[in-house]
């Protein structure tokens, strides 16, 4: 059982927009700023699409956007396209003794 | 532009120490936080460990009692040993970079370790 909690699958048609939630505890996605969000395409290593909650590495499209209310970090994703059909995973830090933890991780379906 | 490359055995037997080792490039294992991650096939991402500032080292809980995590400067290189493996630690072994924020933003591609007899 993963620490945080995502849904298991969502789904979207093109050009359309979705949320994947990811909900946490006071310990760790309530405790900071410090959630990030990755995409992992099959066989493939996991990517990092936000950092610190709503930051952007350099050569991620503008269409990935992050937010947090209370112990809920959101993934919402504008302009679904069909290569952002992947895994999503969520991942916050989580204090001095546990440090860090993933979400179990989101398919999403892009129809 | 940082490059990582994890190397090891792709068979453990069962109560053995599983040894990975990751070669990094464009960046030196003095700086940054450097992390093991793994994913049993189907499964979902899990933080093992990771080492910083050439010995400090933090472990999840889960797994501290068996982890050992080093690094070789003149390699620049950081390792993995996870001792008395079951077939509950096979799975893709990943190492990547991060800051102490944890946001991982480099990884290798990944190694498939299997645990059998």
């Known amino acids: 059982q993963s620490a945080l909690t995502q849904p298991a699958s969502v789904s979207g048609s093109p050009g359309q927009s979705i949320t994947i939630s990811c909900t946490g505890t006071s310990s760790d996605v309530g405790s900071s700023n410090l959630v990030s969000w990755y995409q992992q395409h099959p066989g493939k290593a996991p990517r990092l699409m936000i950092y610190e909650g709503s930051k952007r590495p350099s050569g991620v499209s503008n269409r990935f956007s992050g937010s947090k209310s209370g112990n809920t970090a959101s993934l919402t994703i504008s302009g679904l396209q069909a290569e952002d059909e992947a895994d999503y995973y969520c991942c916050s830090y989580a204090g001095p003794n546990t440090y860090v933890v993933f979400g179990g991780g989101t398919k999403l379906t892009v129809l | 532009q940082v490059q990582l490359q994890e190397s090891g055995p792709g068979l453990v037997k069962p109560s053995e120490t599983l040894s990975l080792t990751c070669t990094v490039s464009g960046d030196s294992v003095s700086s940054y936080y450097w992390s093991w991650i793994r994913q049993p096939a189907g499964k979902g991402l899990e933080w093992i460990g990771r080492?910083?500032?050439?010995?400090?080292?933090n472990y999840n809980p889960s797994l501290k009692s068996r982890v050992t995590m080093s690094v070789d400067t003149s390699k620049n290189q950081f390792s993995l040993k996870l001792s008395s493996v079951t077939a509950a630690d096979t799975a893709v072994y990943y190492c990547a970079r991060s800051t102490p924020a944890a946001d991982f933003d480099s990884w290798g591609q990944g190694t498939l370790v299997t645990v059998s007899s």
């Open positions: 080492i910083y500032s050439r010995e400090t080292t």
